[in-house]
């Protein structure tokens, strides 16, 4: 089993559809928790770290849940420009982090 | 603007050619990463530097080592560039501290094709 896995899609949705993408993980003791966006052939960028108190960025919400280890990110009114791939992050600590795979995004008009 | 550089953003070596990758950054971040990443695949930790303490990962092969001389730079050197070595390198780095501690800021990439 992976340590961090993500449905790798492609979800393809029409603007301003709501779509929500989930990933496990298998180490209890992970601390911290983000998720990133990737763009085709560019680097990640941080789309928002994740608490366990949910929070929300616009019309990005991230959610964590430890007891099942599992997070979730929303969102809602799709933009054609929201299209990338989503990567899951987690760190168990000490620095050492672990992708997901991603899951890709269309958002068509 | 502070920032993660990457040099050379494309890089051709040949088989069994060493190569070097070079990262800097003006973020004054004490940990510094470097991730392969292959198509549609995650990016994946090779090892990290934590101040100049290095710490590499249990399944990064040998041919694969880094060094930090200071606090900006650090470089990837592969020994002996094999064909599955062809991929994107991706440097970050993060601090260890105040409000987003942990947080990874990358780097274009380099990638790297190997002939």
């Known amino acids: 089993r992976k340590e961090v896995e993500q449905d790798p899609g492609p979800f393809n949705v029409p603007e301003g559809a709501t779509v929500a993408f989930n990933c496990t993980y298998s180490?209890?003791?992970?601390?911290?928790f983000f998720w990133y966006r990737q763009d085709c052939r560019k680097e990640p960028k941080l789309l928002m770290s994740?608490?366990?108190s949910g929070n929300e960025d616009g019309r990005f919400t991230a959610q964590l849940n430890r007891a099942s280890q599992y997070i979730s990110l929303l969102i809602r009114d799709s933009k054609l420009s929201d299209s990338a791939t989503y990567l899951c992050?987690?760190?168990?600590?000490?620095?050492?982090?672990?992708f997901g795979a991603g899951t890709r995004l269309f958002v068509k008009a | 603007d502070a920032m993660v550089i990457q040099n050379p953003r494309y890089q051709v070596t040949q088989f069994g050619k060493p190569v070097t990758l070079s990262c800097s950054q003006t973020?004054?971040?004490?940990?510094m990463y470097w991730y392969q990443q292959k198509s549609s695949q995650a990016p994946k930790l090779l090892f990290h530097?934590?101040?100049?303490?290095?710490?590499n990962e249990a399944d990064t092969p040998d041919n694969f080592q880094s060094r930090r001389p200071n606090t900006s730079f650090c470089f990837l050197d592969i020994r002996s560039p094999g064909l599955g070595d062809a991929a994107m390198y991706l440097c970050?780095?993060?601090?260890?501290?105040?409000?987003?501690?942990?947080?990874?800021?990358f780097g274009p990439g380099t990638r790297l094709l190997v002939l």
């Open positions: 530097y934590y101040d100049k303490d290095f710490n």
């Open positions: 180490n209890s003791a992970s601390q911290s």
């Open positions: 992050v987690v760190s168990t600590g000490g620095f050492k982090t672990i």
């Open positions: 994740v608490y366990s």
């Open positions: 973020l004054n971040h004490n940990v």
């Open positions: 970050a780095t993060s601090s260890d501290s105040g409000g987003l501690k942990e947080t990874q800021y």
